[in-house]
Each structure stands twice: as C-alpha cells, then as structure tokens.
C-alpha cells in the first residue's frame, strides 16, 4: 500500500495522559500537514511541514501540542495533559512539491480518532 | 480571515437523480479549489482539483465548477448511484499549502 499511513487508529485515555500519534507520508511527498476534525465539521488546519521543517502552525496548536517530522519522512503528533475539547479525529496529509503546476493534491491518511476520558 | 460554507448541509435523493453541491468562499485569493468525499469514520477520498485559473474539472460521473469573482464552486454529480452516500467536502487552499474547508454536505442516494 502506497498511501498515507497513520497509527494508532483508535487511542482512547483518561485526561491528563499524554498521547502520540504517527503519520507515514506518500514516500515522495515532501510536505506533510495534520488536521484536526470534530463531529459534524470539516477539518481544520494544525501544521504543515516541507521536508523536516515546520513552517506553519495554526493558533489551534497550543502549547500542549508539538509536531515533528525530524527526517523529513514520517511525522508525529503529541499531545501533552490531554484534556476532553481534544477529542476528535486527527488527520495527517501529505503532497508532492508541485513547484511547476502550483500545490499539489493533498492525499489525506485513515485518521486517528482520540477520546478523552 | 477565509471562511467557507456549503449548501446544502444534507441531501436525499432517489437514485438515478443529478445533483449539485454548493460550496462558496470570502477570499478570492486562493491557489485551488477541491472537493473530498468522506465515508463515515474515515479520511478523505480527493475527488476533483480546480487551479485558481480554471473554471472546470470533470472526473466520469462528476463535474466541478470554480468562480473566483462570486466565491463559488459546485459539484454536479449525474445519475447518482447509493455508493455516493458520503459526506462531500470543498476546500480552498490559500497561502502557506494550508486548506480551509467547509462543513459538508452529508448526501443520501436512496435506491
């Protein structure tokens, strides 16, 4: 399978845990986001990567959020102290450069769907 | 700030009818235009890219238009099928590759 990847599928933990989610990109894709999508909405944006580095963070991402893609290949999430408002879906995408055409399609992965107890 | 709203929120129609989505946009300045299906508790399936210079996009059954001036878009779907059941979603791309989507449409094709 040549699509985007994403572990766990499924996390549930009580409040206050700290979780990590992966991401595993398209393998010639060299940018890489994660979304966060509540029931009943569309996703919203968090962060974007190009190769390792990080150049864009939403005001979503607080700071018991960081994201890192420290090869500039798979990514991780985390969330520190998680609290109840960060259940949702977690979504992570990722694109080629496109530097000829303009931004590429983004190939978006299953999800990790988090609940906190 | 861009904000984008699709009409409607849900829609049921017996199978075999054509169909159009709305999506519209407040910032004309965006890179693209595109549409995703969601299947419940799942990610998101790329339907159709619009580049900001183009009006159209046809993939088979469906067809996608893009308005920059009025800030719309729609998805034309011909002779709906009950496995287009799903959530349909746009989303305009603007600055930083970031996308900006709207809350769905959740269609029913009854057969």
């Known amino acids: 399978d040549t699509g985007v990847s994403q572990n766990p599928r499924h996390k549930i933990t009580k409040r206050g845990q700290n979780v990590t989610f992966r991401c595993d990109p398209i393998?010639?894709?060299?940018?890489l986001y994660w979304y966060r999508q509540t029931l009943g909405q569309g996703p919203e944006f968090l962060t974007y990567f190009q190769n390792e580095a990080q150049l864009e963070k939403s005001r979503l991402l607080s700071d018991r959020f960081s994201a890192e893609r420290p090869k500039g290949s798979f990514s991780t999430l985390e969330i520190q102290r998680t609290e109840q408002g960060d259940s949702a879906m977690y979504l992570c995408a990722s694109s080629s450069d496109g530097h000829l055409a303009g931004p590429e399609t983004q190939y978006f992965g299953p999800g990790t769907r988090l609940l906190v107890l | 700030k861009q904000e984008v709203t699709q009409i409607p929120a849900a829609l049921s129609v017996p199978e075999g009818e054509n169909l159009v989505l709305n999506c519209s946009f407040t910032?004309?300045?965006?890179?693209?235009l595109q549409w995703f299906r969601q299947d419940p508790g799942k990610g998101l399936t790329s339907l159709l890219l619009i580049q900001s210079s183009q009006r159209e996009q046809t993939s088979g059954r469906l067809n996608a238009s893009l308005d920059k001036s009025s800030g719309r878009s729609t998805l034309y779907i011909a002779a709906s099928q009950p496995g287009d059941s799903a959530t349909y979603l746009c989303a305009a791309m603007e600055y930083g590759n970031k996308l900006v989507f709207g809350a769905g449409t959740i269609l029913r094709v009854k057969s």
């Open positions: 910032d004309s300045a965006i890179y693209n």
């Open positions: 393998s010639e894709h060299n940018r």
